[in-house]
């Protein structure tokens, strides 16, 4: 008898679904793989065949500049893979397209999270719940310490700032995938109607997404526009763009960030960050471990992020668990 999920392995390069012969988010190019979320470290560009949802994709195409290989897969739409195995994309809840992936072979079900969030965003569907014998979760943010607040108050936080301060502008340091979109998006259902302004560096993406459906409201590029018609609006920049030369033409910008690290104060002044917004699209502690609960598995394997604690709260709630050794995942996208 062969050991129970043995059809399916991490190894250094990602989750190798063997019978299938594909990988899911490999850190290298492969012939077939399956990919969960447009960020860098999940979506590398050069495999064979590339199977994702086509949000996902479209994202690929912008970053890769090729669609080859591309091969599309709605939410709730099951493949028939090699070897027996069939794969459903899901909800993740994470940033556009993202997906959550249920392998199932000869009775065993085994979902992969990729990143995810339980939390309402306005810019992709919500998490789904499935239930599985094996439940492949990440851990980005998996230490006690990781507690994000309600959106709402970080987002009011940011307005206030602006109330504050008419003759200044906020610039605000946030990913552009995923990040740019959900705090423009969460600003307008706040009621914040003004226009926007954007680093050119956010502007194609922020288009995709409204090519998607997402309603992001009246964006400007920054470069189109004299540093005093900025006083007074919100600015949107790639994270290392937040102190350099660029931000000079701003008019004395008060520089906040919005990222789950926010809430890491050393995180916060390396970056010379004012205003701290403690915004992420990952799971925290409290949503990690409730999420195991919910979903219940027979066997929880953690990977990429901070495996040892969550490793160790599976151990003293007598759930059996694992902490895979995957390299090349990075935290482009908290
Ligand atoms: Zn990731
Ligand atoms: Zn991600």
Redesign the pocket.
């Known amino acids: 008898m062969p050991a129970p999920f043995a059809w399916i392995r991490a190894e250094p390069n990602g989750l190798h679904v063997i019978p299938a012969d594909c990988w899911i988010d490999p850190a290298r190019p492969v012939a077939r793989a399956l990919v969960t979320h447009g960020?860098g470290?999940?979506a590398r560009g050069g495999h064979g065949e590339t199977i994702a949802t086509p949000a996902t994709l479209a994202i690929m195409e912008l970053r890769y500049e090729t669609r080859a290989g591309a091969a599309p897969v709605e939410y709730g739409e099951t493949l028939r893979l090699k070897g027996g195995v069939a794969a459903t994309f899901f909800p993740a809840g994470h940033v556009l397209g993202s997906a959550q992936i249920l392998l199932e072979r000869a009775g065993e079900r085994v979902v992969v999270t990729g990143?995810y969030k339980r939390r309402a965003d306005p810019t992709c569907p919500p998490f789904e719940v499935l239930s599985c014998d094996v439940f492949i979760t990440?851990a980005?943010f998996g230490l006690p310490v990781f507690c994000h607040p309600p959106v709402a108050g970080e987002i009011a936080k940011l307005r206030r700032a602006l109330d504050d301060h008419p003759d200044r502008c906020v610039l605000v340091g946030a990913y552009a995938l995923g990040k740019a979109q959900r705090l423009i998006a969460e600003l307008r259902a706040a009621g914040h109607v003004e226009p926007i302004f954007l680093h050119g560096a956010m502007e194609r993406m922020c288009r995709l997404y409204e090519a998607f459906g997402v309603d992001l409201g009246e964006l400007r590029l920054v470069s189109d526009h004299a540093k005093d018609a900025l006083r007074g609006g919100i600015v949107i920049c790639p994270p290392g763009a937040l102190n350099d030369r660029w931000s000079r033409r701003l008019p004395d910008p008060i520089t906040a960030m919005a990222s789950g690290w926010m809430r890491v104060r050393q995180r916060a002044r390396q970056r010379n960050v004012e205003l701290p917004l403690v915004i992420s699209d990952h799971a925290d502690w409290g949503e990690l471990t409730g999420t195991i609960e919910e979903v219940n598995p027979a066997e929880t394997w953690i990977t990429?992020g901070r495996e040892e604690a969550l490793l160790r709260w599976c151990q003293l709630n007598q759930r059996r668990a694992r902490a895979l050794a995957l390299v090349g995942?990075e935290?482009?996208?908290d």
Request: avoid cysteine; glycine fraction near 0%; hydrophobic fraction near 0%.
């Open positions: 960020h470290d999940h990143d990440e980005t990429h995942y935290d482009e996208d």
